[in-house]
Each structure stands twice: as structure tokens, then as C-alpha cells.
């Protein structure tokens, strides 16, 4: 079946900016929630990473800070839990000591990957707080752009 390209384009809005899954997106728009996957899969083959898109935006809307920490105290969590099975087991010292060696491996890991995947995030956060922004701009000073100025920004952000 021949989908528009509105339906792809309020899945990808959807996706990003929504932060719906693809089984609601579908619910809302139509289309099977396989052929959202393909699209999803078809704009990352041609440079379109749907999920980095929602990242960003979700980055542009809380600020980096919000969302590492959220990150970082998740897994703290997690990591406690973590140690309170550990100190409660019934295994000898053994296994407990690798548990725990393991376990702060791979906070160790956690910690050092959410530093490095964070540049890349905020510089695409920061490219789309400004096209927010300059959308707004247009819209409320230079009301008769908008419709040029999207005609532009439509093919320049995929």
C-alpha cells in the first residue's frame, strides 16, 4: 500500500518529538507500525537517525545536565539494588568479591560511555534549539516566510 509523505513525516514528528514508540504512532496515523520501522531504518541509511533526532530534542527541551544525571542516577540506583543481592546472597566470598568487581566494572563503564556519546548529543541539541528558535522568529516577526522558510528547512534537515 502507497503511503503520503505526510504520513511519514507525522511519524517521524511523532517519534521525535512525541517520543512515541512506533505500535502508538501507528495507532494514531494508520500505517502499520512495520512499514514506521522501514521508514525508520530507510531515513537512518540516508542520514537521518530518527533516535539521535529524539535525543536531541529531548536534550534541547531539559538541557544535557537533566538528562546525563538522570542517566548517571538511574544507574546508581540500579547499582544499589545491585549490591543489596549481593550482600544478601548466600555464595561464598568468592563469587560475592567478583559480583561486586564486576559490578564496578561496569559502573565504571556506564560512566565513562555516557561522557563520550555526550558531546555528540548536545552538538545536535544545540543545532536544533536554534532552528526552534529561528522557527519561532520567523513565525512571530516574518509571518509571510514561514512557508519559505520551511519550504527551505525541509530538504536541508534530511
Do not use: C
Not at 118 to 130: C, H
Not at 137 to 158: C, G, K, M, R
Request: aromatic fraction near 6%; charge should be neutral; proline fraction near 4%.
Amino acid at each position: 500500500m502507497a503511503y503520503t509523505a505526510d504520513q511519514r513525516k507525522k511519524a517521524r514528528e511523532a517519534f521525535v518529538f512525541k517520543r512515541q514508540s512506533p505500535p502508538t504512532i501507528s495507532l494514531a496515523i494508520g500505517v502499520p507500525a512495520t512499514t514506521i520501522r522501514r521508514w525508520k531504518s530507510d531515513a537512518l541509511r540516508k542520514g537521518d537517525d530518527w533516535g539521535v533526532a529524539r535525543s536531541a530534542n529531548l536534550i534541547a527541551g531539559q538541557g544535557l545536565e537533566a538528562v546525563v544525571m538522570t542517566v548517571v542516577e538511574d544507574f546508581v540506583m540500579l547499582t544499589h539494588a545491585s549490591m543489596d543481592d549481593i550482600k544478601g546472597s548466600t555464595g561464598d566470598i568468592d563469587t560475592k568479591v567478583k559480583q561486586l568487581a564486576s559490578l564496578a566494572d561496569s559502573m565504571t563503564k556506564a560512566v565513562a560511555a555516557a561522557a563520550r556519546v555526550t558531546p555528540k548529543i548536545s552538538e545536535l541539541g544545540v543545532a536544533q534549539d536554534v532552528l526552534q528558535r529561528m522557527s519561532s522568529f520567523v513565525a512571530e516577526n516574518y509571518p509571510q516566510h514561514a512557508d519559505a522558510f520551511l519550504e527551505i528547512l525541509e530538504p536541508f534537515s534530511s
